[in-house]
């Protein structure tokens, strides 16, 4: 009895224990793609159910590229791309409200937001929807609010971190004197109220930035010299990767209450990359993919010691320049995906899918959850004033639906009216100049969204009579 109890401790339990990775294969990936070279320790790449964005080599200035998740194969060299930076483009960050909106930081010092057409770039675009100036170094980190709408935050070399009203293009909130030096990355928590930071002084630090306070913060996290990075856990711990003194790569967890000793230390290996951490708070599995290494390597996070479990890594020959991570959404449920990830090689950009295997064609509820959704909880004015909001979650039980693209309109109306209440009376401004072509384009886009109802439920037709004929299968 009691050697079989011991083989149950030794083997622990976990729906996660046989994911495996798979790459895609060559026609389904991003082919001829000169991924940046710029020295800065950002994944360089970023994805939506729509979209993969990429970082690319630009002379004389910044550039992205964004292609259709569809856009497979060998990339033209005169593919339009994203170009109004003056220097290179650092970082790059979809927002996780509408799907047609990212935004990027560069070495110019500024933060600029775009508005991607429907079905991706036809010209390459150099004008964004705003610039946000108030940097004075280049800016090499960019997140947006995960619950409130047109709130973005960007951090820069000058040490400081701001947090800007997208709708207005207004900076409400700078943080100036946390930070002694570089920071390294800054990640909000769940529902935004507060932010966590690495810094190269080595210290790690849980803000509230509407206080503008320090809530908790570890001094030498890590004691080795190379850079950090520290993210929340869905239930406010602190995970962080580092550096041990020996080189050795470490991975840490954090209760903010007490940052006197971590909960739990895990040392990897000695390799010089940096390691970034995705998180997924539905399954609670973390993905480190270290710069430079060729391999991915994923453990699963629990509530009871000894906390972190390696799960497995998946390896390949290639190393990695950059990696973008697929929102929840964006998966595809039927073939039990929990994770896609885009590999960025020198030259090209490969799909990564992490798959639990399953028998059964069924939705498999327990590995999806109720996901973060495109709804935003609060207006940016509400979180500004204090409110908070937790993410609107949706169910992938059907397969997630991409709504319109319709919400950035409000934003662009509201900065073109910051714009015309200088230059004009409000008398001017009540008086809409066209409004034939408003109704027009919102006719259509009444028209495409009926189309798009009724394929849906002709689509669901089809499924409902398929599931009724393997009912009566079943029956009889």
């Known amino acids: ?34 991924v940046s070279r710029v020295t800065w320790d950002s994944s360089f790449c970023a994805v939506n159910p729509k979209f993969v964005a990429l970082i690319i080599e630009a002379s004389g200035g910044g550039a992205f590229l964004v292609l259709p998740l569809q856009k497979t194969g060998r990339i033209d060299k005169s593919y339009p791309t994203v170009c109004g930076h003056t220097g290179p483009v650092l970082d790059i960050d979809w927002c996780p409200h509408n799907d047609h909106v990212i935004a990027s930081g560069s070495e110019d010092c500024t933060v600029m937001v775009w508005q991607i057409p429907e079905n991706g770039l036809v010209t390459s675009m150099a004008e964004p929807v705003v610039v946000l100036e108030g940097h004075s170094k280049r800016v090499g980190i960019i997140t947006w609010h995960p619950t409130a709408r047109n709130v973005l935050l960007s951090a820069g070399c000058d040490n400081q971190i701001v947090i800007w009203n997208v709708g207005t293009g207004e900076a409400m909130i700078t943080l100036e004197d946390m930070h002694p030096d570089v920071i390294y990355n800054v990640t909000w928590n769940r ?15 849980v803000i509230d930035p509407r206080k503008e306070m320090i809530v908790a913060e570890k001094e030498k996290a890590h004691e080795g010299a190379r850079p950090m990075r520290a993210i929340f856990l869905s239930n406010g711990n602190v995970l962080t990767t580092g550096f041990s003194r020996m080189s050795e790569r470490q991975l840490a967890l954090w209760n ?34 270290g710069k430079g290494d060729s391999s991915i390597r994923y453990f699963e996070i629990t509530d009871e010691a000894p906390y972190v479990h390696f ?64 709804d935003h909880a ?29 919400e950035f309109k409000v934003v662009k109306k509201n900065i073109l009216d910051t714009k015309n209440t200088e230059n004009s009376t409000p008398a001017n401004k009540s008086a809409s100049p066209t409004p034939s072509i408003k109704s027009e384009a919102k006719l259509e886009e009444i028209l495409k969204e009926i189309k798009s109802l009724k394929d849906l439920v002709s689509s669901q037709e089809k499924r409902i009579i398929k599931l009724e004929e393997q009912m009566s299968k079943i029956a009889i």
């Open 1 to 34: 009895m009691a050697a079989n109890h011991d083989m149950k401790r030794v083997v622990r339990q976990s729906k996660f224990r046989h994911v495996f990775g798979q790459a895609a294969k060559n026609d389904q990936c991003y082919d001829d793609i000169r």
């Open 191 to 205: 529902n935004g109220s507060l932010i966590c930071t690495a810094c190269k002084d080595k210290a790690i630090r």
């Open 256 to 289: 903010p209450d007490n940052m006197e000793e971590p909960m739990t230390v895990n040392e990897m290996d000695t390799s010089n990359g940096v390691l970034l951490p995705f998180y997924d708070p539905d399954t609670n599995v973390v993905y480190l993919c």
């Open 311 to 374: 799960l497995s890594t998946f390896a390949t020959k290639e190393p990695q320049r950059g990696m973008g991570y697929m929102p929840k959404r964006g998966l595809d449920v039927n073939k039990c995906e929990i994770a896609r990830f885009y590999k960025l090689h020198e030259r090209k950009c490969e799909p990564i899918v992490m798959t639990v295997p399953r028998k059964s064609d069924l939705f498999q509820d327990d590995l999806y959850p109720d996901t973060s959704g495109p």
């Open 378 to 406: 609060l207006e940016a004015e509400e979180w500004f004033d204090g409110k908070n909001g937790d993410p609107i979650l949706i169910s992938l039980k059907n397969g997630y639906v991409p709504g319109k693209n319709r």
